[in-house]
């Protein structure tokens, strides 16, 4: 199954600095990938990732961070014009596909 650890880490990273102010992305990321997990949350590591991505990211969130980006790459590849509204609908469609994905196959 993929799921995006980016999100999940991304859900949490503004509590893990409120608790530990210096805390590093390399830091971060040993905890994740480690089997004991993150120190502020045990729960949340790599083999927790399914459970952790539909606990703590939810459809709204990942619409809203996938039409981000894809606002971005179009402003700066500046290939093609796409409407934000056209960049809206084919977020949608993506969310839609990977949940529909991760229905199948998660």
Not at 7 to 29: A, D, F, H, P
Not at 51 to 68: D, G
């Amino acid at each position: 199954m993929f799921v995006f650890p980016g999100l999940i880490i991304g859900s949490q990273i503004n509590y893990w600095t409120g608790l530990m102010q210096r805390l590093r992305l390399s830091q971060i990321l040993e905890m994740y990938y480690s089997e004991h997990g993150v120190n502020f949350d045990q729960n949340i590591k790599a083999c927790n990732r399914k459970e952790n991505f539909q606990n703590l990211v939810n459809s709204s969130s990942l619409l809203t961070e996938t039409t981000n980006f894809a606002q971005v790459l179009s402003f700066v590849t500046k290939s093609v014009f796409i409407s934000d509204s056209k960049l809206q609908e084919y977020s949608e469609d993506a969310i839609k596909a990977y949940e529909e994905y991760l229905r199948k196959f998660g």
